[in-house]
């Protein structure tokens, strides 16, 4: 399938590694023009150079933290600058600190929510406009299985990400007609280093080793495994395609199956 990205311009947001690095490779290999971010320029520039000597698309680096103030004005200036415009935005943010959600002090709230929510709708506010003034846009969400089945231990996440359910399904249905789709893709435990980072907590937590943790994870989920990034990059690449115009406001789980709701 053509997914018509060729020549499209991207910007993926934590992108040096894991699934906003798969994410990013995909869109590069459909001949996309991306331009990655995160805090460490010497990930960025590596993987943006391994990336476009990939081809056929490119990708660019621009090392920023996207917690710090001022960081969403200077990344949305600085990928318009690179790309000359956005047509594609998938927004990511790194997993916060796991956890009982009794325990959050009230300032990793506000902390958490500056850096998960609030500058994704910040950023995603910048870029829209213009993304409707050209009739055609995409802006994909990366959220959690959390957004609709808690996930144990991840209360910090299972309440930011809700939010994050709400402001696509609102924002979708108010820039339908302009050709721009809001979508959430909602990863289950995808073999990344977060995911070896929460069993690792699980397995301190619950005093078992780490082998017996994750056997006993993939053994929950229907397909018996974690996911790859690829498969998870897969989905994430047709929601932000041409063929997927009629795609919007919705949430696809990517889990293998490991959602028990219908």
Same mark, same amino acid.
């Given at each position: 399938?053509?997914?018509?990205?060729?020549?499209?311009?991207?910007?993926?947001?934590?992108?040096?590694?894991?699934?906003?690095? &798969?994410?990013?490779?995909?869109?590069?290999?459909?001949?996309?023009?991306?331009?990655?971010?995160?805090?460490? @320029?010497?990930?960025?520039?590596?993987?943006?150079?391994?990336?476009?000597?990939?081809?056929?698309?490119?990708?660019?680096?621009?090392?920023?933290?996207?917690? +710090?103030? &001022?960081?969403?004005?200077?990344?949305?200036?600085?990928?318009?600058?690179?790309?000359?415009? #956005?047509?594609?935005?998938?927004?990511?943010?790194?997993?916060?600190?796991?956890?009982?959600?009794?325990?959050? @002090?009230?300032?990793?709230?506000?902390?958490?929510?500056?850096?998960?929510?609030?500058?994704?709708?910040?950023?995603?506010?910048?870029?829209?406009?213009?993304?409707?003034?050209?009739?055609?846009?995409?802006?994909?969400?990366?959220?959690?299985? &959390?957004?609709?089945?808690?996930?144990?231990?991840?209360?910090?996440?299972? @309440?930011?990400? @809700?939010?994050?359910? &709400?402001?696509?399904?609102?924002?979708?249905?108010?820039?339908?007609?302009?050709?721009?789709?809001?979508?959430?893709?909602?990863?289950?435990?995808?073999?990344?280093?977060? #995911?070896?980072?929460?069993?690792?907590?699980? +397995?301190?937590?619950?005093?078992?080793?780490?082998?017996?943790?994750?056997?006993?994870?993939?053994?929950?989920?229907?397909?018996?495994?974690?996911?790859?990034?690829?498969?998870?990059?897969?989905?994430?690449?047709?929601?932000?395609?041409?063929?997927?115009?009629?795609?919007?406001?919705?949430?696809?789980?990517?889990?293998?199956?490991?959602?028990?709701?219908?």
């Amino acid at each position: 399938m053509n997914l018509g990205l060729a020549g499209k311009r991207a910007l993926v947001l934590a992108s040096s590694r894991g699934l906003g690095l &798969g994410v990013a490779t995909a869109l590069v290999a459909e001949g996309a023009h991306v331009v990655i971010t995160g805090r460490s @320029a010497e990930k960025l520039d590596a993987a943006a150079a391994r990336l476009s000597a990939g081809g056929p698309g490119r990708a660019e680096a621009l090392a920023c933290d996207f917690a +710090a103030d &001022g960081a969403v004005a200077a990344l949305a200036e600085g990928a318009v600058a690179r790309l000359g415009g #956005v047509d594609v935005l998938v927004n990511n943010t790194g997993g916060p600190p796991p956890g009982s959600i009794l325990a959050v @002090a009230p300032e990793t709230w506000e902390k958490q929510f500056g850096a998960m929510v609030r500058n994704v709708f910040d950023l995603t506010g910048r870029l829209v406009p213009e993304m409707r003034a050209r009739g055609w846009g995409r802006i994909l969400t990366i959220a959690s299985s &959390g957004v609709e089945q808690p996930i144990p231990g991840l209360g910090i996440s299972n @309440a930011l990400r @809700a939010a994050l359910a &709400g402001w696509s399904k609102t924002l979708a249905e108010e820039v339908a007609r302009d050709g721009v789709t809001a979508n959430l893709i909602l990863p289950g435990r995808i073999q990344t280093e977060r #995911v070896d980072e929460i069993d690792h907590a699980n +397995a301190e937590k619950s005093g078992k080793p780490v082998e017996e943790v994750a056997a006993a994870s993939r053994a929950a989920i229907p397909v018996g495994r974690y996911g790859t990034v690829e498969e998870f990059a897969a989905v994430a690449a047709f929601l932000v395609s041409e063929p997927a115009s009629y795609v919007t406001g919705s949430m696809i789980r990517c889990d293998g199956g490991a959602i028990r709701s219908v």
